[in-house]
């Protein structure tokens, strides 16, 4: 049982590179969202899907994109990378319904650096 | 928006003891979840426990128990017979229980546990 599976683990971008952060589940939750942590931040939402096709944003959206035509898929898109964004991002999924609709299982976390 | 504070961003517990870390949230819902996470060094956010806020019972998983006081607005962790596999950060978060704020998980800024052998 995979769960959440995000990757790269680690990435190094050079200032205005692009890259995409892939985040896949296998538990057919509805829910997906991607979350950064800085230091002393706590972890902050940057996007959300409440199901294929359906996304919106969180609380620090600026700079990032996301799309989700699968249930399974939901992938951060860093168009223009800026050293603001060295931080760690991680993916997070759970059900809309029933007893574990509120328990966000996460992803190993996915650590970027922008030179 | 809601916000969660946890005052104490570093603490310590020597191994065996009981240790208690603080959070305080801010809210005008009357029906939402709150939950404590563990990130060990290793990064992997680890579900510790997770309060209804129309329960009035204090949740608990073994060693793990809560003070979940609402009309303070307050929700302690609680743990017992400490082990050294309990040093990590913890984070205090919460979730809306309906609309748009159920979408979301409003994180504390963590507390930094340390067990001493």
């Known amino acids: 049982n995979a769960g959440v599976t995000q990757t790269p683990k680690f990435q190094v971008l050079k200032t205005g590179q692009s890259m995409t952060l892939q985040c896949a589940q296998d538990?057919?939750?509805?829910?997906m969202s991607w979350y950064r942590q800085d230091p002393g931040m706590g972890l902050r939402l940057i996007h959300y899907s409440v199901g294929a096709g359906i996304t919106d944003q969180g609380e620090v959206p600026n700079g990032y994109n996301v799309s989700r035509s699968t249930t399974e898929d939901f992938p951060l898109r860093l168009l223009s990378a800026a050293p603001s964004q060295t931080s760690v991002y991680f993916c997070?999924?759970?059900?809309?319904?029933?007893?574990?609709?509120?328990?966000?299982?996460f992803g190993a976390g996915s650590r970027l650096t922008v030179l | 928006a809601q916000t969660v504070t946890q005052s104490q961003p570093e603490m310590s517990v020597q191994e065996a003891e009981t240790v208690t870390l603080s959070c305080t949230y801010d809210t005008s819902e009357s029906d939402y979840y709150l939950f404590w996470y563990k990130q060990p060094p290793s990064r992997q956010m680890i579900l510790v426990i997770r309060q209804e806020a129309y329960k009035q019972q204090n949740a608990t998983e073994n060693r793990f128990s809560v003070n979940f006081q609402k009309a303070a607005k307050s929700f302690s962790l609680k743990i017992s017979d400490s082990q050294l596999g309990d040093a990590a950060m913890y984070f205090c978060a919460y979730r809306g229980y309906s609309g748009a704020g159920s979408y979301q998980l409003t994180f504390g800024k963590g507390t930094k546990l340390s067990v001493i052998p």
């Open positions: 538990m057919n939750h509805e829910y």
């Open positions: 997070a999924s759970s059900y809309l319904q029933g007893y574990g609709a509120n328990v966000l299982t």
